[in-house]
């Protein structure tokens, strides 16, 4: 099990809950509730993983601490 650091919050635009990898460019799921939410974003994230590998890009490693807030 990969511990990154997420992000989830409601979207009044999309009307969807967004989950957010920060330490994975790129990676975002979303769902109509918050543990549909949580469910594509850990499928995101083991994709967003696999696929660097295979690219040959390197793969951060979970910081395990608080990212800055905005």
């Known amino acids: 099990m ?3 650091e997420i992000i ?3 979207s009044n ?3 969807v ?3 957010k990898a920060p330490e994975l460019p790129g ?5 109509d509730d ?3 939410a949580l469910y594509n974003v850990k499928e ?12 040959g890009r ?7 601490e608080r990212l800055m807030l905005a």
């Open 34 to 36: 918050q543990e549909t």
């Open 44 to 55: 995101a994230i083991l994709l967003w993983i696999e696929r660097s590998q295979e690219l």
């Open 27 to 31: 990676c975002m799921a979303h769902g």
């Open 8 to 10: 989830l919050y409601w």
């Open 58 to 64: 390197p793969v951060p490693e979970p910081k395990g």
């Open 2 to 4: 990969h511990k990154y």
């Open 17 to 19: 809950f967004v989950v």
């Open 13 to 15: 635009e999309d009307q």
